[in-house]
Nanobody
Framework: EVQLVESGGGLVQAGGSLRLSCTAS????????IAWFRQAPGKGREGLSC????????NYANSVKGRFTMSTDFNKNTVYLQMSSLKPEDTAVYYC???????????????????WGRGTQVTVSS
């Protein structure tokens, strides 16, 4: 069974940092691109960053570029999202998901992704 489990969320003051983890199981880790998303209350899901195994590249949404860094520990089947300079508008549930078919990132549409985690709450206080 394919599973993705996020952890590391919490309450942090504006300007602070958090590191989220997403641990995958049930499939060959480097066979499918993996991405981070978030969903704030009352808003749609927003794609944040995506790791392409085809060339090792990571792309970022403009809203988090320069503040968030995605990385991976292949031996642990885990990707991380290091978040710094957090703002109250970063408050959201953060999810990871694997691409359904591809080992490269082709966008952030929900239809592209499969096996979403349950999410981890990040709350940034002002």
């Amino acid at each position: 069974e394919v599973q993705l489990v996020e952890s590391g969320g919490g309450l942090v003051q504006a300007g602070g940092s958090l590191r989220l983890s997403c641990t995958a199981s049930g499939y060959l880790f480097d066979s499918y691109a993996i991405a981070w998303f978030r969903q704030a209350p009352g808003k749609g899901r927003e794609g944040l960053s995506c790791l392409s195994w085809s060339d090792g590249s990571i792309n970022y949404a403009n809203s988090v570029k320069g503040r968030f860094t995605m990385s991976t520990d292949f031996n642990k089947n885990t990707v991380y999202l290091q978040m710094s300079s957090l703002k109250p508008e970063d408050t959201a549930v953060y999810y990871c998901a694997k691409d359904e078919f591809r080992n490269y990132c082709s966008g952030y549409g929900d239809y592209l992704y499969h096996a979403w985690g349950r999410g981890t709450q990040v709350t940034v206080s002002s």
